[in-house]
């Protein structure tokens, strides 16, 4: 079995006129934290790198990772750790359901249900029928402990043919944050239109590369994200399955997403609200390569500054510490190429994630409640989009004056 391989078409229109844009070196993958038996083994490293379809203005990753080592052994994000995320999705299922005159007899189904969290909150707002899918094995278990019903697979045409055999038909299909992490694109969404009726409402939400780039949220860009998805080329793309883009909001939890809603169409239609999104993305400079050189010394500088920044804290002998392990702090570690003696530990919720090490610079992952254990002077948020509940939640808990470095979408401090 090849563990990657070299991406030589758009993933959306299948054209081979590709250029590459960024180039962030050779990262480990984010979720493969090491046990402790691990780490004198040497640790893999692929190509992280960015690569534009010069014909639809698609962005995607230079390879592709084979699925099962990206998410079968070490997939450990959990949906319920974070309460601001939490808090997001009931309001967006409040919202969803309200919109939709949802009811105890309307099927949601959740692609990428990880540990139930969203379903959860259908079933006891409108009593909703639920079905989640999800490849993970860990957090589905938690799902399933939730009394969610849960497919433990990939979603493909494949599975929504069994899922049309069983005569379950959606009012809902709701997928968050996975469409990014799906190996083809065109398999699933035929999957998605294959389970669909005339009253399905579709909802995905993906982080926004336009957002990415102007923001310099370089981390977000990593071997689990396949794609990097703006509005432009998705149109292009939904028109093949005779869905519109009827409706979108950009939403901030996961530092700059995309919402999409979708509905099956006969009649191919940009209405006016996308075209001025749209038109947005183009007098930007979003599809065009020269755009990309300021974005390259925009990431030089930052990592630039971070690293002076820590390196002069840890010259003055403070004992640095991390707070959280997502799945981008190995691209933004592994990209600033930090001294490795330099973060003592990383403090983590997720108790999937302790007791762990971090796979570029093996550093313990610990429980966020040895906090005051290590008495840390300087803490680097690498879970950054959530700062403000994480600063509170420290400071609530410590008395000791801790300086807090955030480091994007620029490096700053708050003490």
Not at 109 to 124: A, H, W
Request: with cysteine.
């Amino acid at each position: 079995m090849k563990q990657y391989i070299k991406i030589n078409e758009c993933r959306l229109c299948k054209s081979n006129n590709l250029k590459e844009i960024l180039n962030l070196g050779r990262s480990p993958i984010g979720n493969d934290l090491l046990k402790k038996n691990d780490l004198k083994r040497k640790i893999n490293k692929f190509p992280l790198a960015v690569n534009q379809c010069k014909k639809c203005g698609h962005h995607q990753l230079s390879v592709s990772i084979n699925n099962s080592i990206l998410y079968k052994k070490n997939y450990t994000y959990l949906t319920g750790t974070s309460e601001v995320f939490k808090k997001y999705l009931k309001n967006y299922s409040i919202q969803i359901c309200d919109k939709l005159n949802l009811n105890k007899n309307d099927l949601v189904i959740d692609i990428g249900c990880n540990d139930g969290t969203l379903l959860e909150y259908f079933k006891k707002y409108k009593k909703c029928k639920v079905l989640g899918i999800d490849p993970s094995k860990k957090p589905t278990e938690l799902a399933k402990s939730r009394q969610i019903n849960v497919l433990n697979d990939f979603f493909t045409f494949q599975l929504s043919m069994k899922i049309k055999k069983k005569k379950l038909f959606p009012k809902l299909i709701t997928s968050h944050n996975t469409f990014a992490h799906v190996e083809d694109l065109n398999d699933f969404f035929r999957g998605i239109d294959n389970i669909c009726y005339k009253n399905t409402t579709v909802v995905i939400e993906i982080g926004y590369w336009l957002k990415v780039v102007q923001n310099n949220w370089y981390d977000t860009i990593y071997h689990e994200h396949h794609d990097f998805h703006s509005l432009y080329p998705l149109l292009q793309f939904f028109k093949k399955y005779s869905f519109n883009i009827i409706d979108f909001k950009i939403t901030e939890p996961q530092g700059g997403s995309l919402m999409l809603i979708l509905k099956k169409m006969n009649n191919f239609k940009i209405y006016k609200k996308i075209k001025k999104q749209v038109d947005i993305e183009k007098n930007i400079g979003l599809y065009k390569i020269p755009f990309y050189k300021k974005i390259k010394n925009n990431l030089q500088k930052s990592k630039d500054k971070i690293n002076i920044l820590l390196n002069n804290y840890h010259k003055n002998n403070k004992i640095i510490c991390a707070y959280g392990s997502p799945t981008k702090s190995v691209t933004l570690l592994s990209y600033i190429k930090l001294n490795k003696n330099i973060i003592k530990n990383i403090y983590e919720d997720n108790i999937l994630k302790c007791k762990l090490y971090n796979p570029y610079m093996k550093i313990p992952i610990i429980h966020s409640s040895n906090i005051l254990n290590d008495n840390p002077d300087v803490i680097l948020i690498l879970s950054w989009n959530f700062a403000k509940s994480i600063i509170k939640k420290v400071k609530k808990k410590y008395d000791k004056k801790i300086i807090f470095v955030v480091p994007l979408p620029e490096p700053y401090i708050i003490q």
